[in-house]
C-alpha cells in the first residue's frame, strides 16, 4: 500500500503537509476513504509532520499553535477486566503503582492465558456467565476495585462493541450503565455498534454515564453524525486510523462546537500515532483524556526520545524536535510483528 502512493508522494515539497495529503487521498479516493488504506495515509502525513518539526527544530505542538497546558490527564489502558476478580484488583493496583489516576476495563470479563510452546502469551479466554448473572457480577468487580481504591482512582469502562459480529443492543448498554453508575465511572466507550447511530442517540439520553466512541471511524464525513446528532460525550478518533494529525484537528473542532470533550485513543498507537497524540494533548483545550498502553512501554522507550512518564495521573509534554521519535532498521528488527503471538494471522 506504501509503493502504491509512490507516484503521488515522490517530487513533492514535504513541508508542504496539506497540499500533499490532499494529493494521497484525491489519488486513492476509490479505495482507501477507510480502512487500511486511510491508515497508510496516516501514517504518512505523521511522518510529513515529524519531518516539518525536524527541519525547523520545534516539536510539532509548537506548529499547532503552542501549548494549551504543561501536563496532559491520561488513563492507563490494557485491555478487558480479568476474572477472577483478584486478577483485575492486581492489574489496576500495577497500575496505581506506576502513578497512573485512571484506568479503563471492559465490560466483558477474561481469563489470563497460559504461555504457548512459543514463549509468547495466548489469547485471553472470554468467561461466559449466564445473562441474568453478567450484571451482578460486573457490578462485583466495579465494588469490589472501590473497596480496594476508593475514589483514587477513576474507572471507565469499554464494551469493544465496534468490532464485534453481533453487537449487543441498546437495552443491554443501558442496563450495564446503569448497574455502574453508582461507581462514578468516567465513560461508557464502544457500547454499540457504529452503524447503530439511532441507538447511541437513545443511549446517551437515557445513560447515568457519559458515552465515549469513534476509534473504528475514518475521517470527518464519518464522525459527521455522531457529532451532530451529539450521540456520544467523547469522540475517541485514533490518529493512526482516523487520517492523521490534521484530520483530527478538523474533527476535534467540529466536536467542540457541539460542546463535546475528546478522549484521544491510542489502543495500538505504540510509537508515531502516540507521539502525535501526544503533541495534539498539548495544543488543544477540548482533549479530556489520552490513553496510554501500558504494555508496549519497551517499544515505547525505544522509539520515542521523550520519555512517556506519567506522575500523578498526568504526563509532561513533549520536547524533541518533530514528533519526538526515532525509527531505526535496528529497532523495526527488534520488535518486528511475531506470527500467532496472539494476534488474529
Known amino acids: 500500500m506504501v509503493a502504491y502512493f509512490e507516484p503521488a508522494l515522490l517530487g513533492r515539497d514535504p513541508l508542504q ?7 494521497l487521498c484525491d489519488d486513492s479516493v476509490w479505495w482507501a476513504r477507510s480502512g487500511a488504506g486511510r491508515s497508510v495515509i496516516s501514517g504518512l502525513e505523521l511522518a510529513l509532520w515529524d519531518l516539518k518539526g525536524k527541519a525547523l527544530g ?3 505542538y509548537q506548529l499547532l499553535g503552542g501549548k494549551v497546558r504543561d501536563r496532559i490527564p491520561v488513563y492507563a489502558s490494557g485491555g478487558p ?26 465490560t466483558g470479563l477474561y481469563r489470563l492465558p497460559a504461555a504457548t510452546s512459543t514463549g509468547h502469551a495466548g489469547r485471553l479466554q472470554a468467561v461466559p456467565f449466564p445473562f441474568a448473572e453478567k450484571l451482578t457480577v460486573l457490578e462485583g468487580v466495579f465494588a469490589r476495585l472501590r473497596i480496594e481504591f476508593g475514589s483514587a482512582m477513576d474507572l471507565a469502562i469499554d464494551g469493544h462493541q465496534g468490532g464485534v459480529p453481533n453487537p449487543i443492543p441498546v437495552s443491554e448498554a443501558v442496563a450495564i450503565a446503569e448497574t455502574l453508575a453508582p461507581h462514578r465511572l468516567r465513560f461508557y466507550e464502544e457500547p454499540l455498534a457504529y452503524t447503530n447511530i439511532d441507538g447511541y442517540c437513545e443511549l446517551r439520553a437515557r445513560s447515568p454515564i457519559p458515552i465515549a466512541g469513534g476509534e473504528s471511524l475514518c475521517g470527518l464525513d464519518q464522525f459527521h453524525p455522531l457529532i451532530t446528532r451529539q450521540a456520544v460525550h467523547l469522540i475517541q478518533p485514533d490518529l493512526g486510523f482516523v487520517g492523521g494529525l490534521q484530520e483530527t484537528i478538523r474533527i476535534v473542532h467540529h466536536a467542540e462546537a457541539f460542546n463535546l470533550g475528546t478522549a484521544i485513543h491510542t489502543g495500538a498507537s505504540m510509537g508515531p500515532s502516540l507521539a502525535a ?69
Open 17 to 23: 503537509i496539506t497540499e500533499v495529503t490532499r494529493a
Open 58 to 60: 520545534v516539536p510539532v
Open 277 to 345: 497524540s501526544w503533541h495534539l494533548a498539548a495544543a488543544s483545550h477540548s482533549v479530556d483524556w489520552l490513553e496510554h498502553v501500558v504494555a508496549a512501554k519497551s517499544i515505547q522507550d525505544a522509539i520515542l526520545l521523550d520519555p512517556f512518564r506519567v506522575s500523578d495521573g498526568t504526563v509532561g509534554l513533549p520536547s524533541a524536535p518533530g514528533l519526538g521519535v526515532r525509527l531505526t532498521p535496528e529497532i523495526l528488527a527488534q520488535f518486528s510483528f511475531t506470527r500467532n503471538c496472539g494476534e488474529r494471522t
Open 81 to 106: 477486566a480479568l476474572w477472577p476478580v483478584e486478577d483485575t484488583v492486581r492489574k489496576v493496583d500495577f497500575y496505581a503503582q506506576r502513578g497512573y489516576r485512571a484506568t479503563k476495563l471492559s
